[in-house]
């Protein structure tokens, strides 16, 4: 095969409609990025997504060296083990939480009354100690 027969196989870069390449950095809005797509470091004035934090802290899980994604990235190794931190810390606190039970809403909402009532008690015996028509009735 020659040089013109790879260039109509494809087998050069490939060239999205407009005559653009395709960005390597995912901004987050689009699909999930292509599996192992490098990301690159941020062009000055770019900030880190909350999707790309997630695509790199997934990578670190599956187990790439984080000393590679540090050097790919243009980031500190130690600015990478606190965004993974940062992830398993949330993941545990979502797996602690529990479901809401019936149960659980319908006693706090019997305690709520109770409370109610107790208030009610209370103030209708301060009115019965008070003058009035309500006050207690001396007997003759």
Do not use: F, N, Y
């Not at 987050?28 to 797509?37: E, F, H, T, V, Y």
């Amino acid at each position: 095969m020659d040089q013109d027969d790879r260039a109509e196989t494809g087998d050069g870069p490939v060239v999205s409609e407009g005559g653009r390449s395709p960005s390597a950095l995912s901004t987050g809005q689009g699909g999930p990025a292509r599996a192992g797509a490098a990301l690159g470091p941020l062009a000055p004035g770019q900030r880190w997504s909350a999707a790309r934090k997630r695509e790199v802290v997934l990578r670190l899980m599956r187990g790439e060296a984080v000393e590679l994604l540090s050097r790919e990235l243009g980031l500190p190794i130690v600015k990478l083990e606190q965004w993974r931190q940062k992830a398993e810390a949330a993941l545990e606190g979502a797996l602690k939480e529990r479901e809401a039970d019936q149960a659980d809403s319908q006693l706090a909402a019997a305690m709520q009354r109770i409370g109610e009532l107790t208030m009610e008690v209370e103030l209708l015996r301060a009115r019965m100690e008070r003058p009035g028509p309500l006050g207690r009735r001396r007997l003759r």
